[in-house]
């Protein structure tokens, strides 16, 4: 048993009826479900849900270029999320360089 569903069975009940939910009012193909989810799984690094829905994706009709393709786009998009980011957070590189703009921690 989980630590949630031990001490806050509430709340993991209500993600089981949340997945119900889902399941039936999906408008989008099994197929498409699973590569989206595959693709959410590997942005939150999480191995039980990539593994599933790698295998999720294959039994609803992917095939291995098709992740292959997913997983070179949420790596490509993450680079460039990570990117615009950090550009953003650095901006004008000299003034960090010279000590005008640090950040604020002591």
């Not at 999720?56 to 999320?81: F, H, K, Q, S, T």
Request: charged share 25%; with cysteine.
């Amino acid at each position: 048993m989980s630590f949630l569903s031990q001490h806050f069975p509430a709340f993991t009940n209500a993600l089981s009826e949340l997945d119900k939910v889902y399941d039936e009012h999906r408008t989008i193909d099994d197929k498409t479900d699973e590569l989206i989810r595959f693709a959410l799984s590997v942005k939150a690094r999480s191995q039980p849900c990539v593994l599933k829905h790698f295998k999720g994706a294959i039994d609803a009709g992917a095939n291995e270029y098709d992740l292959a393709y997913i997983l070179a786009l949420v790596m490509r998009e993450a680079a460039g999320a990570d990117d615009c980011w950090t550009h953003d957070v650095i901006g004008d590189w000299s003034e960090v360089i010279s000590g005008k703009r640090g950040c604020g921690c002591g």
